[in-house]
């Protein structure tokens, strides 16, 4: 199956950046005000989703899902739930973080939505890469990178190794009460990160 590729309404100043995480097989759901990134990002929507309070409304209206303004879940949350539906197991998400601070994190939350159905997901925006670390992965994050940073988002993550960074972890553990895991960098030509339970959100800034 062809990755889903949600494009929300945050702003996006550099497209170049962004373009070049396209793949040709891809499939393009925007959301709503993601429609005024369409002709700077030069790809044409696969389907349109929105309640349409932020942007006009498509005159053509096939391959376009309209939903009431009254609803649960934000144009973007039901895209993701719309895009799992259609048997995507890859998704991309840009355009989902930058400006209201509850959007961000209810977009943020999305991928621990995924992570739980063993979907793999990566949000991008102009300076980070965000992506969920799973019990039993071992991430390896390449030199080229600034910072990253380690937040856990539910629960407790326990069993947290680092190597190859500026501050390792042996077996650790970060609650949502006590962050420690932020502004981390790399020594070596990449560092590693596992954990053995829970979740940790991953935050590689450029």
């Not at 005024?36 to 990002?41: T, Y």
Request: proline share 3%; with cysteine; glycine share 8%.
């Amino acid at each position: 199956m062809n990755r889903c590729v949600i494009i929300g309404g945050a702003e996006i100043k550099n497209y170049d950046l962004i373009k070049n995480y396209f793949r040709p097989e891809d499939f393009f759901i925007f959301c709503d005000c993601g429609l005024k990134h369409e002709k700077f990002l030069s790809v044409k929507p696969d389907l349109i989703i929105g309640d349409f309070d932020s942007h006009a409304k498509p005159e053509n209206l096939e391959n376009v899902i309209v939903l009431p303004v009254e609803k649960d879940d934000t144009d973007t949350i039901f895209a993701v739930k719309e895009a799992i539906k259609r048997g995507f197991e890859n998704f991309l998400l840009i355009g989902v973080t930058g400006g209201r601070q509850d959007h961000n994190l209810g977009n943020l939350y999305a991928l621990l939505m995924l992570a739980n159905k063993n979907k793999n997901a990566l949000i991008v925006d102009d300076i980070s890469e965000i992506k969920i670390i799973k019990p039993g992965e071992k991430i390896k994050i390449k030199r080229g990178w600034k910072f990253f940073s380690l937040i856990n988002i539910a629960g407790v993550a326990r069993g947290i190794n680092i190597t190859g960074a500026k501050y390792n972890l042996n077996n650790a553990e970060i609650t949502p009460e006590f962050q420690y895991g932020i502004s981390n960098e790399i020594l070596d030509d990449c560092a590693e990160v596992s954990l053995n339970e829970g979740f940790l959100l991953l935050i590689c800034i450029r």
